[in-house]
């Protein structure tokens, strides 16, 4: 990953923490808040776990 590519990852990981903390009516289960984050990591390629191939062979 380049510099640019962590820095806007970083970014929107901050802007998913954001959105949690300032908006206290929004639905805050632990489910949908790692969701969040797992989408974001997949699509920066962190997860080897969570890519599509991987979760089709195991459902």
């Known amino acids: 990953m380049t510099k640019e590519e962590v820095?806007?990852?970083?970014e929107r990981l901050y802007a998913i923490c954001d959105e949690i903390e300032t908006n206290?009516?929004?639905?805050?289960?632990?489910?949908?808040?790692?969701?969040?984050?797992c989408e974001l990591m997949?699509?920066?390629g962190f997860c080897e776990?969570?890519?599509?191939?991987?979760?089709?062979?195991?459902t």
């Open 7 to 10: 820095n806007e990852f970083l």
């Open 42 to 44: 997949k699509e920066y």
């Open 24 to 37: 206290s009516y929004m639905d805050l289960r632990f489910n949908n808040v790692m969701i969040k984050i």
């Open 49 to 58: 776990y969570c890519k599509e191939d991987e979760i089709d062979r195991k």
